[in-house]
């Protein structure tokens, strides 16, 4: 096992890793930027190095900083959490190269997986269903014209690179079709430096379904089960659940079992996720996450396992100690996420928090890097907590859900916490009645 780590990310996040770090045994250390001198996780870290200035850019995603910091205080391995450079293959090389262990999958691994166009190439190759679409990149107008003539309208535009709904575009006819590729590859440019983009067939009304993996890079992989995260908006998750309402046993085990022999020919290492788009009983890979995800704690919920824990004894060399029998289920868990967000316009909304009370009571479990007095920084993503709740059934789960919602008190900034009160009580969401589109739709009439 590993003496000491270090947790290349900032906020909940760091705050998670170092928990679960401290009960291996492991020493932990902080990195930030100078915006976050009083954050939790450096406040709470064994020890801390400042790494640059608040632009991510030059602190968070600054390697050669990173790199530093790892060979000033000692640290065998670095975790990276999610977003920043958690699926950077270059920078698992890097870390290689300096003898220090990324806790993650291989660099090779993130590689053809971060490429959208391999990814799918490789899932096929894996026997996993994809959506059908372009067999590579599109550039030229007059093929994009034949693909999307061959598997119908409407087509999906796609940046190969990237995600976040980012150099993305549906095209609903001929007429629409290059004018959609161009503004994606304009988009895609931008964002990702890459303005290489795909074309899938587009569902008009699917939800979005994941599945979470486990492996331990010497052929042995299991599946942890589905989650739902088809509440979304503008392509970024809102409101994660499991199991999803739309799926039987039968369904979330056939599923599952595909997606765990496909790791075990990868010899996939660490967590992991592949993502769906799921409408008519039909499955179609989207995508796979080399990371943790922001919604694991989902997961954990209903495995009683601690996946980052797992991430960690992998990386350090552990073979997986699971059958896919011994993964068992048990209850239903939902997971909002909390952002620094104005509930309605959606305008960050940075500051000093005034107050904070969290709720509890059995099923409650609160991912948050926030206290009384801290200031939440404009330089980085609003995520500033997770409520996750828990229940024996679905509707148990709700129930306690509305509970915790009206106790859930954070002060001097405006949060999402009002957006889920509402939620909490629609008919289609108690129903488990929604798509990746409702809640757009939702907003639409109920600004």
Not at 112 to 122: F, L, N, P, Q, S
Request: hydrophobic share 40%; net charge negative.
């Amino acid at each position: 096992m590993f003496d000491k780590v270090l947790i290349a990310n900032r906020g909940e996040i760091a705050l998670r890793v170092m928990r679960a770090c401290r009960e291996l045994g492991i020493h932990t250390v902080a990195v930030h930027s100078t915006a976050d001198e009083e954050a939790m996780h450096v406040r709470l870290a064994d020890e801390s190095v400042c790494i640059g200035p608040p632009p991510a850019r030059d602190s968070y995603l600054n390697i050669p900083a990173i790199v530093a910091a790892c060979e000033i205080t000692g640290a065998e391995a670095v975790h990276p959490g999610y977003g920043f450079l958690s699926e950077n293959a270059r920078f698992a090389e890097i870390l290689e190269e300096h003898k220090i262990k990324f806790i993650g999958p291989s660099s090779a691994h993130i590689r053809t997986m971060g490429d959208k166009i391999e990814a799918k190439r490789t899932a096929k190759e894996l026997g996993i269903p994809v959506v059908p679409g372009s067999e590579g990149g599109v550039s030229e107008i007059s093929e994009a014209r034949r693909v999307a003539k061959d598997i119908g309208y409407p087509v999906l535009i796609k940046a190969t690179a990237g995600g976040g709904g980012r150099g993305m575009k549906v095209a609903r006819s001929e007429a629409e079709l290059e004018n959609a590729i161009q503004t994606a590859q304009t988009e895609a440019k931008a964002a990702f430096g890459n303005g290489d983009v795909y074309l899938e067939k587009y569902l008009e009304k699917p939800r979005h379904i994941e599945i979470q993996v486990l492996g331990d890079g010497q052929g042995r992989a299991v599946h942890l089960g589905e989650r739902d995260c088809s509440l979304q908006r503008r392509h970024q998750k809102v409101w994660e659940e499991a199991h999803s309402p739309a799926l039987n046993a039968a369904q979330r085990e056939q599923i599952g079992g595909r997606v765990a022999k496909a790791m075990q020919k990868l010899s996939y290492e660490g967590v992991g996720t592949v993502e769906f788009l799921y409408e008519n009983g039909e499955f179609y890979f989207i995508e796979m996450n080399t990371r943790l995800q922001v919604e694991h704690p989902v997961t954990e919920m209903l495995t009683g396992l601690d996946l980052v824990q797992e991430q960690i004894r992998i990386a350090a060399g552990a073979s997986l100690k699971y059958e896919q029998d011994d993964i068992t289920f048990s209850g239903h868990a939902i997971e909002c996420r909390i952002n620094a967000e104005n509930p309605t316009t959606f305008a960050p909304s940075p500051g000093r928090v005034e107050n904070v009370h969290v709720p509890g009571g059995l099923g409650v479990r609160i991912d948050s890097a926030l206290y009384a007095g801290y200031r939440i920084p404009p330089y980085y993503d609003s995520l500033i907590g997770k409520l996750i709740v828990f229940g024996k059934s679905r509707t148990e789960c709700l129930m306690r859900l509305r509970r915790v919602l009206s106790e859930y008190v954070i002060e001097g900034v405006e949060t999402t916490i009002p957006l889920f009160q509402r939620l909490v009580s629609e008919p289609d969401i108690i129903d488990g009645h929604y798509d990746i589109h409702w809640l757009e739709k939702y907003l639409a009439k109920n600004p």
